[in-house]
Structure formats: structure tokens, C-alpha cells
Nanobody, 128 residues
Framework: QVQLVESGGGLAQVGDSLRLSCAAT???????MAWFRQAPGKEREFVAT????????HYADSVKGRFTISRDNPQKTLYLEMNELRPDDTAVYYC??????????????????????WGQGAQVTVSS
């Protein structure tokens, strides 16, 4: 059973940058991957997704232009580069894998139920 382990979270100031990593214990090269986040008292929300080759990405409007999702399949690692951080980016960030698909499609990209493998989460706190 492949496991996903996030790292790189922490405390940041407004305007700072952070990079999250998600290391897999096994092969993820044929899986669509994504980042979601969940703030206290809120539902888990989509952040970004990437196809198996990295050639296709989708972003939530709230992070478009500030966050970049990428992957390194030989290193079995998913990344989320977060720039221009804002207080409303504060959340627990989760990486996820859709083991049934090479890439997400339509509304499935944004639906956490489409992803069947999850990491334990990494806290990101942005203070003003």
C-alpha cells in the first residue's frame, strides 16, 4: 500500500513563500495527483491538480497565479509552490492520488471523493 507523506508546512508571514512536498512510498507515476486544503470549521477544498506526466494542471481561482503544482515521478514526489501567501491560505494541506486515472476530468478534478489515497496533512499558517 502506497503512503503519502506531506512536509514543508509551517508558519509564514503575508507575502512569504512556502513549498510543500508530498513523498510517496511507492510508484505514483500513473496517477493523477492533487492538493486540497481544509481550514478550521470549513469543508476540504480543491487547490490544484496535475496529470500523470505533469503536462496538465488545474488550479482553484483563489490560488491561480500564486501557487504552482508540480511532480517528479522518478523521485515519487509531488510539490506545491506557494507564493504571495495570504491569511486565508491558512489551512491543513493534503496531497491526494487518484489511482484510477492518469488525469482528472471535469468536476471530478475538484471533488475529493475522486481521490482514493491521502496524506496525513501539513499545517500552513499565514499571519499578518
Amino acid at each position: 500500500q502506497v503512503q503519502l507523506v506531506e512536509s514543508g508546512g509551517g508558519l509564514a508571514q503575508v507575502g512569504d513563500s512556502l513549498r510543500l512536498s508530498c513523498a510517496a512510498t511507492g510508484r505514483i507515476s500513473t496517477y493523477a495527483m492533487a492538493w486540497f486544503r481544509q481550514a478550521p470549521g470549513k469543508e476540504r477544498e480543491f487547490v490544484a491538480t496535475i496529470s500523470w506526466t505533469g503536462g496538465t494542471t488545474h488550479y482553484a481561482d483563489s490560488v491561480k497565479g500564486r501557487f504552482t503544482i508540480s511532480r517528479d515521478n522518478p523521485q515519487k514526489t509531488l510539490y506545491l509552490e506557494m507564493n504571495e501567501l495570504r491569511p486565508d491560505d491558512t489551512a491543513v494541506y493534503y496531497c491526494a492520488a487518484d489511482r484510477d486515472n492518469y488525469y482528472c476530468s471535469g468536476f471530478g478534478c475538484y471533488n475529493p471523493n475522486e481521490y482514493d489515497l491521502w496524506g496525513q496533512g501539513a499545517q500552513v499558517t499565514v499571519s499578518s
